[in-house]
């Protein structure tokens, strides 16, 4: 991993940690599509081609997209697993007011943000089956800078009234209760002052 400023080996030669990163491909919500089974949760990162180089010749499950155009050149990328079943990844997301862990039910907010920077590190597991073997990369954890707008930033310092959506919510508590046997359509008031004469 010499050479390169945005990947390199950390917590020993296993981990691998890229700083600046791009990534595409997101599916935190782990959604079913044409490539992804329910459940999974994934994303891919954009490689340097030299980096793709020496991490396929590592044994990771590099992928090297074809060329949609004669003379085109695409840069390889690294499939990165996202899983809770052992140990779970630290999942950061940063903004202007700070830094905030994301939950596992949360987590499909992070396909849809606008990203301003990522840096991640990925723990390799080994597979074999019948015979082929290879390197798997799994989330360690990742920092995500989230690119505000600005209007964002203006009211970044407001602060939030708790449980968010409170003032906005109508809900049949606040409807007003009837006694046994009245009417819903028949409203009982009375004349406070009649101006009509």
Same mark, same amino acid.
């Given at each position: 991993?010499?050479?390169?400023?945005?990947?390199?080996? @950390? $917590?020993?030669?296993?981990?691998?940690?890229?700083?600046?990163?791009?990534?595409?491909?997101?599916?935190?919500?782990?959604?079913?599509?044409?490539?992804?089974?329910?459940?999974?949760?994934?994303?891919?990162?954009?490689?340097?081609?030299?980096?793709?180089?020496?991490?396929?010749? $590592?044994?990771?499950?590099?992928?090297?997209?074809?060329?949609?155009?004669?003379?085109?050149?695409?840069?390889?990328?690294?499939?990165?697993?996202?899983?809770?079943?052992?140990?779970?990844?630290?999942? @950061?997301?940063?903004?202007?007011?700070?830094?905030?862990?994301?939950?596992?039910?949360?987590?499909?907010? /992070?396909?849809?943000?606008?990203? !301003?920077?990522? $840096?991640?590190?990925?723990?390799?597991?080994?597979?074999?089956?019948?015979?082929?073997?290879?390197?798997?990369?799994? /989330?360690?954890?990742?920092?995500?800078?989230?690119?505000?707008?600005? %209007?964002?930033?203006?009211? !970044?310092?407001?602060?939030?009234?708790?449980?968010?959506?409170?003032?906005?919510?109508?809900?049949?508590?606040?409807?007003?209760? %009837?006694?046994?046997?009245?009417?819903?359509?028949?409203?009982?008031?009375?004349?406070?002052?009649?101006?009509?004469?």
């Amino acid at each position: 991993m010499a050479g390169s400023d945005i990947a390199r080996s @950390v $917590d020993g030669p296993k981990s691998v940690m890229f700083e600046g990163a791009r990534i595409i491909f997101r599916n935190f919500e782990g959604k079913e599509g044409l490539y992804n089974r329910e459940g999974d949760r994934n994303f891919s990162v954009i490689l340097d081609p030299a980096i793709g180089d020496q991490m396929k010749e $590592d044994g990771w499950n590099v992928k090297k997209p074809q060329p949609r155009e004669d003379g085109e050149t695409r840069d390889p990328y690294l499939q990165v697993s996202v899983s809770f079943k052992n140990r779970p990844p630290r999942i @950061v997301m940063i903004t202007s007011r700070g830094r905030t862990d994301v939950p596992e039910d949360l987590l499909p907010v /992070l396909d849809w943000v606008d990203i !301003a920077n990522v $840096d991640l590190i990925v723990n390799p597991y080994q597979w074999s089956v019948n015979g082929r073997n290879g390197v798997k990369a799994y /989330l360690k954890s990742i920092y995500i800078t989230i690119q505000e707008d600005a %209007l964002e930033l203006k009211y !970044a310092d407001v602060q939030e009234i708790q449980g968010s959506n409170s003032m906005l919510e109508y809900t049949r508590d606040d409807q007003l209760q %009837l006694e046994a046997g009245q009417d819903p359509n028949v409203i009982d008031a009375e004349i406070v002052e009649d101006n009509e004469s």
